[in-house]
């Protein structure tokens, strides 16, 4: 059972345009979701992260929108270029216990110049 | 200051015998995760220590696969009678106290069996 469902599996932008990743949870437990970078031959490493408290978080280009009845999370990558070309992760987790966390399965982004 | 580290960044093996990867996380944090990356995929939840015991080991996919921090620092991943199923990027990260949530990974062990 994958517990978080991520779309699409790879996208190309042109340089200066939107890259836009969905996600969507199952489990109304999470309450944490972090967007990861990973570069090849590299680890993940953290973007940007927000609850479910609010509804949007901004960090410079990148954007966080969550809706919590939908169950869904997206990433919002503004003025994209070729440097942003890597493969991103969401992830789920839950404060207390073990905040484990829960990842889809990737979106490969190309920027193009 | 230092990040993640990890030992070796590549180990291949060959079918039934026994590996150890090595997991330094940053200094002061004291949780520590393992997770597993097949190619293509997402990591994958093994193990997280809180200090020096195993909090949640739910993730380990049988008892050929096992964990360790003694000191409540380093951890040892060792994986018994490997199998070409277990051939995988192998990540560790780490967390600090108070922001468990914030976990920082290292750069991974390719694990191959022959």
């Known amino acids: 059972q994958q517990q978080v469902k991520q779309s699409p599996q790879s996208l190309i932008v042109q340089k200066g345009g939107i890259s836009i990743i969905n996600c969507a949870y199952e489990n109304t437990a999470f309450d944490y979701f972090p967007w990861y970078q990973q570069f090849p031959g590299k680890g993940p490493a953290l973007l940007i992260a927000i609850r479910p408290d609010v509804s949007e978080k901004k960090e410079g280009r990148f954007t966080i929108s969550f809706n919590k009845s939908a169950k869904q999370f997206s990433l919002h990558i503004m003025d994209s270029q070729p440097g942003d070309s890597a493969t991103y992760f969401c992830a789920a987790g839950t404060q207390g216990g073990s905040e484990k966390l829960v990842f889809g399965k990737g979106t490969k982004l190309t920027v193009n110049p | 200051g230092a990040g993640v580290s990890q030992t070796p960044s590549n180990k291949v093996t060959e079918k039934g015998k026994y590996v150890e990867l090595r997991c330094d996380p940053i200094s002061g944090h004291t949780a520590l995760y393992w997770y597993r990356q097949s190619l293509g995929q997402g990591p994958e939840f093994l193990i997280y220590f809180q200090g020096t015991g195993a909090a949640d080991d739910s993730g380990l996919p049988n008892d050929r696969f096992f964990a360790v921090r003694p000191e409540g620092s380093v951890s040892t991943l060792k994986i018994q009678r490997t199998e070409r199923g277990d051939s995988a990027v192998y990540l560790c990260?780490?967390?600090?106290?108070?922001?468990?949530?914030?976990?920082?990974f290292g750069p991974g062990t390719r694990l191959t069996v022959l």
């Open positions: 990260a780490s967390s600090a106290s108070g922001r468990r949530d914030e976990q920082f």
